[in-house]
């Protein structure tokens, strides 16, 4: 084995030791008394899921020098539970029947206890998040964004006015945030400088912004196996990318879903969608040069191309 | 005026700049560039409510010799929209139509808004407590307590095991604990001895108690009107007081609203309630033996048999 291989299977020991210390933190926190709670909140996090704002979380820590796996089990864990609050909400608005291969919250305990499940995760990030005193402003912006993002979405699928510019203040809010709160908190809790803070703050902003326009287009383009969740319901429901860039500002009176099947035979939605992510993705890349080379630093270049690379 | 006289009269002015500090800091957190949230959140907040528990956190903070308002503000904010949060929510499952004589959020402005309503005010709590690092866990507690607390309920109504024991264990998570968190939260901010916080948060905890057995007495009594909420929804329902009392332990598999009736018509369980909760205010009071004598401390006394005298 070379100094280079070694150096990499540590990291991914030190990337598993991480990971599994913040899956203990989230069924550790979720493990109520209330049944329903309990087995509603495991259920949605053995679903699994890509983790992937823990693992922002954990490798923007690692690169910029930290070391100890326990000091970043909760934050981890507070950032992927916001996440999954959501998704269970989501879920009762959307009506989703499936979520990551696996029946919704929504459809197996029902709206009532659904909401509460979410609720209850919500409340969960309080509780992780308490030793954290400079850290809770930053979750807290990224969760007001976050139901902020949700909010503009349902008013501009209600009001009909899913512009371009709708569309990437809805991503920011709704995505982009968390995932900047996930890069920056990592940094943060390895005392990284103030210069390379918000380098890896604009990294996790950018990656999230490319994350999300690549969902919409998986769930235009995927077929609802391989996706595993409820596909084509942003799409009917006439959000999303494909309503986005069709629109070019102005406000389309046709069936929504006509017209984005329409202009998705042409191809240029996705094609142009997937342009603007592998743009965000490199500006991210690049804005990460005040970050010491490392392999963490490696990872988190591999997990900006894995956002634009993926197809599930 | 008297000495005596004086002395109220300066207690009143702290209290009501108490209560407008909490009032702006709910006003402010929730003041989103999201139009429907900032809207939702103020028609629910400008709808009034009893500020029951800011109160408690204000006076509580008062009788410990604490005397710097703004530093309630925030805490004192948080409390009220935790509380609010769920009444939003509740709102949705319950099909609420009126909530402080006045429309609910549900049926103005939808569902998924309301829904959104909620999750947005649970999410001001964050930033609201972000700088108080050792509250944080108090706060925490009582939010997973409050939802535990409501999905117990929903549980005892799908499950029809509403018994006495069912009921007091669903009022302790879904409102004495809020209670609780607010005089404990108020007595650590002003550096309350460990003896004072324990008989502080045990005072709220028991009047919270006493303020949920009469809250379900009135659903049961007050006409629409008057209690300026959709009332008698809980009943009908299936949860609350009236069922809990007359199931005495075993499951009732009659019609639950018809048994509900012929119970209250004997007068027992209304009785028999306010019994207990005169029983827990009695209680709340002899524990702040250990708290010392002032104006604050008799104000407290005054909340606490104001929650059993009220009749709204």
């Given amino acids: 084995m070379t100094a280079r291989e070694a150096k990499q299977e540590n990291l991914e020991q030190t990337m598993n030791d991480g990971l599994a210390a913040i899956e203990q933190a989230m069924f550790d926190v979720t493990n109520s008394e209330v049944e329903v709670l309990r087995d509603a909140s495991h259920h949605i996090l053995n679903s699994g899921g890509k983790r992937i704002r823990p693992r922002l979380l954990l490798l923007s820590y690692l690169a910029v020098g930290g070391h100890?796996?326990?000091?970043?089990?909760?934050?981890?864990?507070?950032?992927?539970?916001?996440?999954?609050?959501?998704?269970?909400?989501?879920?009762?608005?959307?009506?989703?029947?499936?979520?990551?291969?696996?029946?919704?919250?929504?459809?197996?305990?029902?709206?009532?206890?659904?909401?509460?499940?979410?609720?209850?995760?919500?409340?969960?990030?309080?509780?992780?998040?308490?030793?954290?005193?400079?850290?809770?402003?930053?979750?807290?912006?990224?969760?007001?964004?976050?139901?902020?993002?949700?909010?503009?979405?349902?008013?501009?699928?209600?009001?009909?006015?899913?512009?371009?510019?709708?569309?990437?203040?809805?991503?920011?809010?709704?995505?982009?945030?968390?995932?900047?709160?996930?890069?920056?908190?990592?940094?943060?809790?390895?005392?990284?400088?103030?210069?390379?803070?918000?380098?890896?703050?604009?990294?996790?902003?950018?990656?999230g912004l490319a994350f999300q326009i690549i969902d919409d287009i998986l769930d235009i383009v995927a077929d609802e196996e391989q996706l595993g969740k409820t596909s084509g319901i942003d799409m009917e429901q006439g959000r999303g990318l494909g309503v986005a860039l069709q629109n070019n500002g102005t406000a389309v009176k046709e069936d929504p879903m006509e017209s984005i099947k329409r202009k998705m035979l042409e191809g240029d939605t996705i094609e142009k969608g997937r342009e603007q992510a592998q743009q965000l993705v490199d500006m991210a890349i690049a804005g990460l040069h005040v970050i010491p080379e490392s392999d963490a630093k490696d990872e988190l270049i591999a997990l900006a191309k894995l956002v634009i690379e993926r197809n599930y």
């Fill in 68 to 207: 100890d796996i326990n000091h970043i089990a909760r934050p981890g864990a507070a950032v992927e539970l916001m996440h999954t609050a959501s998704v269970v909400h989501d879920d009762i608005n959307d009506h989703g029947i499936m979520r990551r291969g696996r029946p919704s919250v929504n459809s197996i305990w029902g709206r009532t206890f659904a909401l509460l499940t979410g609720d209850f995760l919500f409340t969960a990030v309080y509780e992780l998040m308490s030793p954290y005193k400079d850290l809770n402003i930053d979750l807290a912006n990224s969760a007001t964004a976050l139901v902020e993002g949700e909010t503009l979405q349902a008013s501009a699928v209600k009001n009909n006015n899913f512009t371009r510019e709708v569309y990437m203040r809805i991503i920011a809010l709704k995505t982009a945030a968390l995932f900047k709160a996930s890069s920056s908190i990592g940094a943060k809790l390895a005392n990284a400088t103030d210069e390379q803070t918000e380098a890896l703050a604009n990294f996790g902003f950018n990656i």
